[in-house]
Structures are given as C-alpha cells and as structure tokens.
C-alpha cells in the first residue's frame, strides 16, 4: 500500500467517536497534503 493509499485508510478507519473526526474528513484534502509533506520531510531526514 503507498502512503496516499494508506491516509486514505487511516481516514476512513478513524474511529466515530474520534472528536477531530468529522473536521478531518471534511477537511481530507488538506489533512492529507500535510501529512504527506511531514512524511516527506521526515523521510529526508533519515536519508
């Protein structure tokens, strides 16, 4: 599974009583496009 895929999961798989969930998903773009960029940079790190 790729990282994108695997947001994706996280995503749909957070649990209902989550409090952050219903902003998370509303807001999916986003919550992904950071995620990505702190992986990515965290990647970089340990290269």
Request: glycine share 2%; proline share 2%.
């Amino acid at each position: 599974m790729d990282v994108d895929a695997a947001v994706d999961a996280a995503l749909d798989e957070m649990p209902e009583l989550f409090v952050l969930r219903a902003f998370m998903l509303a807001n999916r773009m986003e919550v992904k496009n950071i995620f990505l960029i702190e992986y990515i940079e965290g990647m970089c790190q340990f290269s």
